[in-house]
């Protein structure tokens, strides 16, 4: 009896050289080979990533075979943000002060191979385990570019299912794709009690292992924060989500 696409995935905390290894992989197939974002997959992921705290990196695999990858960054580049030029939408909120004052946690270097990119059971494993770690260690928000029009751009998921919300645009960046970017930011405690509400597979599956502890930091929206409430407002005047 063939087993389940689940349980021959497994994801896995990159710690050794050999797992670095491994990611690369994934990144020169999808990023290098693919993609042509990049002229050497070797440099997005340095060896010095492994020994940095403020970086984790997690790996993907289906049977041991490596399918996809995924960072999170606990300190963000903001003076390599400044460079990039962004165009905030609307005036509604300062969102250099927010970034500053929130604890806001950059995910990005998403990547899986193309024959697995429909499968919750892979993508979504490696969200799970992404943020188990980033409410572990106290993180309120997540912050990640998305590329305007790309044909396999996860915007749609990550907007209408996650409850991530576009705050900015910038018409440059690390990788060599012409399309415009979209920044956007997801409150994790939001979308928590929004998927919980919804009682969904989603929401089962991205909290499948959690312990106790870590529902009870998210569950319960404090009722005097708006700040999602308003950036959503001004993504909607911006046609960047939905009514």
Same mark, same amino acid.
């Given at each position: 009896m063939t087993l389940s696409l689940k *349980? @021959? %995935? =497994?994801? %896995?905390r990159v710690n050794t050289d050999a797992d670095r290894l491994q990611a690369i992989t994934v990144l020169k197939a999808t990023y290098h080979d693919e993609k042509n974002w990049v002229a050497n997959e070797q440099k997005m992921f340095l060896n010095e990533d492994l020994q940095d705290p403020k970086v984790s990196w997690f790996l993907v695999l289906v049977e041991e075979r490596p399918v996809g990858v995924? =960072?999170?960054? $606990? /300190?963000l580049p903001l003076e390599t943000y400044k460079e990039y030029g962004f165009k905030q939408l609307g005036d509604g909120v300062d969102i250099e002060a927010f970034v500053k004052s929130s604890k806001i946690a950059e995910i990005g =270097?998403? &990547?899986v191979l193309p024959e697995y990119r429909k499968y919750i059971v892979v993508v979504g494993a490696l969200m799970r385990e992404a943020s *188990? /770690?980033?409410v572990e260690r106290g993180f309120t928000h997540y912050i990640t570019d998305i590329f305007e029009g790309e044909k396999h751009s996860p915007y749609l998921f990550h907007t209408r299912v996650m409850g991530f919300i576009p705050v900015a645009t910038h018409d440059v960046g690390e990788l060599n794709c012409p399309l415009r970017r979209i920044t956007m930011v997801l409150d994790i405690r939001a &979308? $928590?009690? @929004?998927?919980r509400n919804s009682n969904g597979f989603v929401f089962r599956f991205l909290t499948e292992g959690w312990d106790a502890s870590l529902h009870e930091k998210l569950r319960n929206v404090d009722p005097k924060d708006n700040t /999602?409430?308003?950036?959503?407002?001004?993504? =909607? &005047? $911006?046609?960047? &989500?939905? *009514?």
């Open positions: *349980k @021959r %995935t =497994r994801v %896995t995924l =960072r999170v960054l $606990y /300190e =270097r998403f &990547a *188990k /770690e980033t &979308a $928590y009690n @929004r998927l /999602e409430g308003m950036l959503l407002t001004i993504a =909607r &005047a $911006y046609g960047l &989500a939905g *009514k």
